[in-house]
């Protein structure tokens, strides 16, 4: 059984860090490209980051960009999220999501609530 748990979300005040983790059980970790989102209140759910198989390439949406930083550690099976300069508009819950190289393979966590207040 599959499964990805997401901890370290949290309330914070803007200006402020929060560092995100989730972590997979279940799978081949290291063979899964992965991926945060996020869902705010009333909108649809959006792309945050992406981090390839062995870390070497990452991808951040516009709007995190020069703020959060994606990593992962594959011995741990775990994936991060460093969340810097923390804005009220970043408040939402973050998921994690694994996608399967080369396969329509996906997973998601049941997601964690970050807050940001003024």
């Known amino acids: 059984q599959v499964q990805l748990v997401e901890s370290g979300g949290g309330l914070v005040q803007a200006g402020g860090s929060l560092k995100l983790t989730c972590q997979g059980s279940?799978?081949?970790?290291?063979?899964?490209?992965m991926k945060w989102f996020r869902q705010a209140p009333g909108k649809e759910r959006e792309y945050v980051a992406g981090?390839?198989?062995?870390?070497?390439?990452?991808n951040y949406a516009e709007s995190v960009k020069d703020r959060f930083t994606i990593s992962r550690d594959n011995v741990r099976r775990t994936v991060y999220l460093q969340m810097n300069s923390l804005k009220l508009e970043d408040t939402a819950v973050y998921y994690c999501?694994?996608?399967?190289?080369?396969?329509?393979?996906?997973?998601w966590g049941q997601g964690t609530q970050v807050t940001v207040s003024s």
């Open positions: 999501k694994a996608e399967g190289m080369g396969s329509n393979t996906e997973y």
């Open positions: 279940g799978l081949t970790f290291r063979y899964y490209v």
């Open positions: 981090i390839t198989i062995d870390g070497g390439r990452k």
